[in-house]
């Protein structure tokens, strides 16, 4: 045999197992620096963190406007409540009349 005929048949046989080094390699970089890798999971926890706090106001947002339509059901209608909806959405209110909106102020 031939010394180019050895490197040859060395380098077939290395062949095989280089691809597959490259293919773990490539598999375990994907696992880390992928989107769903490790490095991802910092920036999900802050994501769920930011979606934690819009879903508490936007439940507190929720909470004030079932009050108010709880408030404004046809059985049992608060009066000062649609009395003030009314003037407001008409614009009937005289003009020595005052309306002073009480944000956050809970009704019964």
């Known amino acids: 045999m031939t010394q180019r005929h050895k490197f040859r048949k060395s380098v077939d046989r290395a062949i095989g197992p280089t691809i597959a080094v490259i293919a773990v390699a490539a598999m375990i970089g994907y696992i880390i620096f992928g989107p769903t890798g490790l490095y991802a999971w ?10 934690r706090v819009v879903l508490s106001e ?19 209608v608060d009066p000062d409540l649609a009395d003030e909806y009314v003037r407001e959405k008409l614009g009937v209110m005289h003009p020595d009349e005052i309306a002073i909106p009480m944000e956050g102020a809970k009704r019964p």
């Open 42 to 51: 910092g920036d999900y926890s802050q994501s769920v963190e930011k979606k």
């Open 58 to 76: 936007l439940t507190k947002k929720q909470n004030e406007l079932q009050n108010r339509v709880n408030l404004l059901d046809r059985r049992r």
